[in-house]
């Protein structure tokens, strides 16, 4: 158990709909970073977040958008689903000082858009 | 983005050494992480290098050579539970951090 935790575990939609992803990073971990990783692919770099401001933007669709509340918790949220976006969407979480060499992921979302 | 070139598919027996290979792109590179992923699981940790040279933990150790811009997870004494796909992941400046596609690792006994 990585310490950090997503819900909803599965999520299957529709075409056109708008989804929420929620994470809980690891207890005093600043940095939260958000992951897509379609069948049999690799890891595409979302957005990162830290202390509650986006520090690093990659792959992300003009569609999906994130935020980091005082909390620290993130939410990834998704809109206008196309079957495309379905994937495992997995949220990782590192250190205080926002080193990023040792990241810890969150077991997932499988998300389904049919 | 930045792309990272590792190998699909690797098989090798039960208590055999693997390398891994990953070459990577240079402009603004600052250290190669490799992870860990089961199938349907999570991806965890295994290592870091920004430093050129070899760091070992345990029966995986890996390599980094800057001025080659590659690096590679060797892995020793396979085991079954082994089997598992690795990405080597590449962090950059401007807080960017990219993952190679994966190589799938088939341990045989």
């Known amino acids: 158990d990585s310490g950090v935790t997503q819900t909803p575990k599965h999520l299957i939609t529709a075409t056109g709909q708008r989804v929420t992803l929620r994470c809980s990073p690891r207890s005093g971990d600043l940095s939260v970073y958000w992951y897509q990783q379609s069948l049999d692919q690799g890891l595409q770099f979302l957005i990162q977040y830290y202390n509650g401001e986006e520090r690093a933007k990659g792959n992300i669709l003009e569609r999906f958008s994130a935020q980091q509340f005082p909390d620290l918790h993130s939410e990834l949220n998704l809109s206008s689903l196309e079957l495309g976006d379905s994937a495992l969407y997995f949220c990782?979480?590192?250190?205080?000082?926002?080193?990023?060499?040792?990241?810890?992921f969150g077991p997932g979302t499988r998300l389904t858009v049919l | 983005g930045q792309s990272l070139e590792q190998p699909s598919e690797v098989t090798a027996v039960e208590g055999a050494i693997v390398q891994i290979n990953c070459t990577y792109q240079?402009?603004?590179?600052?250290?190669l992480s490799w992870y860990q992923q089961h199938d349907g699981g999570a991806p965890t940790f295994l290592s870091y290098n920004a430093l050129d040279g070899l760091e070992e933990t345990g029966r995986f150790s890996s390599f980094l050579s800057r001025s080659d811009s590659y690096g590679y997870l060797l892995l020793q004494e396979l085991q079954m539970k082994d089997s598992a796909s690795y990405f080597c992941?590449?962090?950059?400046?401007?807080?960017?951090?990219?993952f190679g596609s994966g190589t799938k690792l088939n341990v045989k006994p």
């Open positions: 992941a590449a962090g950059y400046n401007f807080n960017k951090f990219y």
């Open positions: 240079t402009s603004g590179f600052y250290g």
């Open positions: 990782a979480s590192s250190g205080a000082g926002g080193t990023y060499n040792e990241q810890f």
